[in-house]
């Protein structure tokens, strides 16, 4: 029988030196991990791209259509040969080969998410099944940033992730909280017929650098009010409660979400809890003593509370906030402060 392979006949050819196997090859190219952030360009997406590019094995790519993400956000990193940035709306199909996926892109502030209802449901619900999508194509473990608000306005307190939450589903934040939830529907239903490696965080209220200034939140809008000395607006009654996370802590919880072994949910926030009036009064305090509290009208289906237990993330993944409130509004005023081009006197 004649042999089919050319090592047979070395007096026919000069010896050629092996090729690499397959497997050798795909390891060569595998010794860097390439991750994927989708809405990279925004508050915590550019934060978490600095955090990733600092680990010299990893290649990021970005993907954002720069609906309120800014290329502004990740100048340092343009013409790195390790980063990427491509122009993109998740609501249409990506092909890609990567490891990994942290799943962000969705407008995160409620005045951004309720301007394009239908589209913020279109891009938690078609661009989370793209991205599943994508994940199970190539076999990449994906992260979904869901959020507190699949809480709603919670009957429980502080909120763990067994609280199935009470949500309005036909209200103006539905578009969000209720594409959030089946954002995580979706996670999990893939996770159980396809047996992709999920990772699904649940991210409570965050702030720090380089959120827009603009960006209609409260931490910014304070901060922004006080810089300018306008009146800052506390939407009634103020008694509200939220629990504010600096952008760092949050991000260092994402990665141990996704480096761990946890499918989540894991709600990702800090436990201190404040009114909205106390935040005004602080963001007073600290940056503008002169301006006054304005009380104004607050939106339909606003929490009236919300803190995280973060019992589940100690545990599982050795995380816990070290910045307080006190420490993070600083660095934030700073922020702001040389983007609004007003110096501290
Ligand atoms: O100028 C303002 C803005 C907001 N607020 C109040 O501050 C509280 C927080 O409002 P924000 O708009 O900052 O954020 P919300 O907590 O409503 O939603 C956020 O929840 C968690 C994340 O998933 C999202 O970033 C976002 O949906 C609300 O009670 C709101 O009424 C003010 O009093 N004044």
């Known amino acids: 029988m004649a042999s089919n392979s050319s090592d ?19 390891k060569f190219y595998q010794s860097n991990m390439r991750i994927l952030i989708t809405g990279g360009a925004g508050f915590i997406g550019s934060h978490l791209v600095d955090r990733l590019m600092e680990i010299e094995k990893n290649e990021v790519i970005v993907v954002d259509n720069y609906f309120t ?16 940035l491509i122009r993109h709306d998740i609501t249409e199909p990506l092909i890609i080969e990567v490891d990994q996926i942290y799943h962000l892109a969705c407008p995160a502030s409620p005045i951004f998410y309720k301007y394009n209802p239908v589209k913020t449901i279109k891009t938690n619900v078609i661009g989370t099944l793209n991205m599943l999508g994508l994940a199970k194509r190539v076999g990449a473990r994906i992260l979904l940033t869901s959020t507190s608000e699949v809480y709603g306005d919670p009957l429980e307190h502080p909120q763990n992730e067994s609280y199935w939450g009470n949500v309005n589903p036909i209200g103006v934040r539905s578009c969000y909280d209720e594409g959030k939830r089946v954002a995580e529907t979706l996670m999990f239903d893939y996770h159980r017929q396809h047996g992709l490696e999920i990772r699904v965080a649940r991210i409570f209220n965050t702030y720090g650098p380089r959120m827009n200034i603009d960006d209609g939140r409260v931490v910014s809008n304070f901060i922004a009010q006080a810089l300018r000395g306008e009146p800052l607006t506390v939407q009634s009654p103020g008694t509200q409660t939220r629990s504010f996370c600096y952008v760092s802590d949050l991000v260092d919880g ?13 709600n990702l926030g800090n436990p201190g809890e404040f009114t909205v009036l106390e935040l005004a009064e602080q963001v007073k305090e600290l940056v503008n003593p002169d301006v006054e509290i304005k009380m104004v ?34 660095l934030m005023e700073e922020d702001f402060r040389l983007r609004l081009g007003v110096v501290k006197k």
């Open 8 to 26: 047979g006949d070395s007096s026919k050819s000069p010896k050629q030196p092996p090729l690499p196997s397959p497997l050798r090859f795909s």
């Open 69 to 84: 993400g800014s290329k502004d956000n990740l100048k340092k990193w343009m013409g790195h040969p390790r980063f990427e």
């Open 254 to 266: 994402l990665i141990r979400l996704m480096e761990g072994s946890d499918t989540g949910p894991i």
């Open 297 to 330: 009208e607050n939106t339909p289906d606003d929490p009236r509370q919300r803190k995280p237990d973060i019992t589940k993330a100690k545990e599982l993944l050795n995380w816990e906030p070290k910045f307080q409130l006190r420490d993070g509004l600083p």
